[in-house]
């Protein structure tokens, strides 16, 4: 990271996750630490989520929940459904998550100094920010984000498995798994599902 200026107090990762479901919300996840408890991460274990188990992203977010309830660090999560990815675009709509994950953590821009994942970008105003390319498996603060996202938005996908099992949203997530379009075909699309990502299938 560099040195930091010392007016930085916070540093805030950023991630999103369900950027390709077929189903479901694209969720960022914002989590910011103390500069001075960076270390603190060093214990948690995070890593980009996608080559983390269940159990181990579970454990992890675990971990930092745990942090949060100490006071050591914080992290707001937004996601924006899938009507508004059909008429805003995915693009627009992970952007609409990010600006509300920052809203939310109500940092100012001079305290912040922010990483995010692949092409994220944070409004202008935050003035110190980075992105890095595959940051969640490089960076600690976009890992635990990546793993907060991502965690965050299985358990919404669960949820729906609950209210639709025809379409085994517990293992898929949403994602199109050849048994997910098969139920597609065969239920037919339901509010959650993203008609954008669906032309020529139905």
């Given at each position: 990271?560099?040195?930091?200026?010392?007016?930085?107090?916070?540093?805030?990762?950023?991630?999103?996750?369900g950027?390709?479901?077929?189903?479901?919300?694209?969720?960022?996840?914002?989590?910011?630490i103390?500069?001075?408890?960076?270390?603190?991460?060093?214990?948690?274990g995070?890593?980009?989520?996608?080559?983390?188990?269940?159990?181990?992203?579970?454990?992890?977010?675990?971990?930092?929940?745990?942090l949060?309830?100490?006071?050591?660090?914080?992290?707001?999560?937004?996601?924006?459904?899938?009507?508004?990815?059909?008429?805003?675009?995915?693009?627009?709509?992970?952007?609409?998550?990010?600006?509300?994950?920052l809203?939310?953590?109500?940092?100012?821009?001079?305290?912040?100094?922010?990483?995010?994942?692949?092409?994220?970008?944070?409004?202008?105003?935050?003035?110190?920010?980075?992105?890095?390319i595959?940051?969640?498996?490089?960076?600690?603060?976009?890992?635990?984000?990546?793993?907060?996202?991502?965690?965050h938005?299985?358990?919404?996908?669960?949820?729906?498995?609950?209210?639709?099992?025809?379409?085994?949203?517990?293992?898929n997530k949403?994602?199109?798994?050849?048994?997910?379009?098969?139920a597609?075909?065969?239920?037919?699309?339901?509010?959650?599902?993203?008609?954008?990502?669906?032309?020529?299938?139905?």
């Amino acid at each position: 990271m560099g040195r930091i200026p010392e007016n930085i107090r916070y540093i805030i990762g950023i991630d999103e996750v369900g950027r390709g479901p077929l189903a479901g919300p694209v969720t960022v996840c914002a989590f910011a630490i103390l500069h001075d408890d960076l270390k603190l991460l060093e214990k948690v274990g995070a890593k980009d989520s996608k080559v983390l188990s269940e159990q181990k992203r579970d454990l992890v977010a675990h971990k930092l929940i745990e942090l949060s309830k100490e006071g050591r660090c914080v992290y707001r999560i937004a996601s924006t459904a899938p009507e508004v990815i059909d008429e805003k675009g995915l693009t627009k709509a992970i952007q609409m998550a990010l600006d509300a994950t920052l809203r939310k953590l109500k940092i100012h821009p001079e305290h912040a100094d922010i990483y995010l994942d692949g092409g994220l970008r944070a409004p202008q105003k935050f003035f110190r920010q980075h992105t890095i390319i595959k940051g969640d498996g490089k960076v600690p603060v976009i890992s635990c984000a990546s793993v907060l996202a991502k965690v965050h938005r299985d358990a919404l996908m669960n949820d729906y498995d609950l209210k639709f099992p025809q379409y085994g949203f517990f293992n898929n997530k949403g994602y199109g798994t050849p048994e997910h379009y098969k139920a597609i075909r065969k239920y037919g699309i339901i509010q959650i599902h993203r008609r954008l990502f669906l032309k020529g299938i139905v």
